[in-house]
Every structure is written in structure tokens, then in C-alpha cells.
């Protein structure tokens, strides 16, 4: 797998190149010069774009951050709140089909976050 990164970058170089020569020598052609300019340009952009996507595979790729749902009791003067793994579809002020335990109210997500996870000191002393 790891291969495929560097044959992409290989061939993205060599594409750009190949789009460098047309625009250089499209340029002594006084009535088509604007035309290989522009397939010059196509062309490099093409290289470009796979030189730089090369090596971009699925074990460079970070987990996403842990996120977490937080879930508050609709009545006023209960002070219950939850917080749970995130799940698809949460979204803030979603009504929540499960009562409160403490009431038997209504619940509502009040939040969506993310989980940052804090730095190792290196310096410790």
C-alpha cells in the first residue's frame, strides 16, 4: 500500500513535467500558443494535484475525536443532566424519546462536543 503513494507521486511529477515542456515549447508557435499554454496548464495542475495526493492512505489517517452528547431535563426545577457517546443524528435542541429519570419530563440535547484530550507535560518537575 504503501507503494502506491510513491508510484502516484511519481507519476503526478512526471505529468507535471510533460504539462511544463508543452507549455514551454507551445510557446513558439505564435497562433496556437495560447492553446498549448492552456493544455500545459491543464496538464501540470493534473500532475500537481497527483503529486501531492500521493501517500495519503488510509494508515495515515487519525480516528476521529471522541465526541460526546449532553442531554438536559426540560422541567425547570429538575436539574438532571446526562452525558452520553455522541450517536448519528444528534443535534442541539433534539427532543430525546427517553424521560427523565428524576421526573418523568421531557429531555432535550443542550450540547454537542468534542473530547480534547490534554497534552503530556514534557517538562514535569
Known amino acids: 500500500m504503501r507503494n502506491m503513494g510513491i508510484v502516484t507521486k511519481i507519476v503526478g511529477a512526471v505529468t507535471a513535467a510533460a504539462g511544463a515542456v508543452v507549455v514551454f515549447f507551445g510557446m513558439s508557435d505564435p497562433q496556437l500558443s495560447w492553446v498549448y499554454y492552456f493544455i500545459g496548464l491543464i496538464v501540470m495542475s493534473i500532475g500537481f494535484s497527483l503529486f501531492n495526493a500521493g ?21 425547570p426545577e429538575c436539574t438532571f443532566k446526562e452525558i452520553r457517546d455522541f ?23 443542550h450540547g454537542v462536543y468534542v473530547v480534547r484530550e490534554e497534552p503530556e507535560e514534557k517538562y514535569a518537575v
Do not use: F, H, W
Request: with cysteine; hydrophobic share 20%.
Open 55 to 75: 501517500g495519503r492512505g488510509a494508515e495515515e489517517r487519525k480516528p476521529p475525536p471522541p465526541t460526546v452528547t449532553e442531554i438536559r431535563c426540560d422541567n
Open 87 to 109: 450517536q448519528k443524528g444528534d443535534y442541539i435542541l433534539k427532543p430525546v424519546d427517553v424521560p427523565c429519570p428524576k421526573c418523568q419530563s421531557t429531555m432535550t440535547i
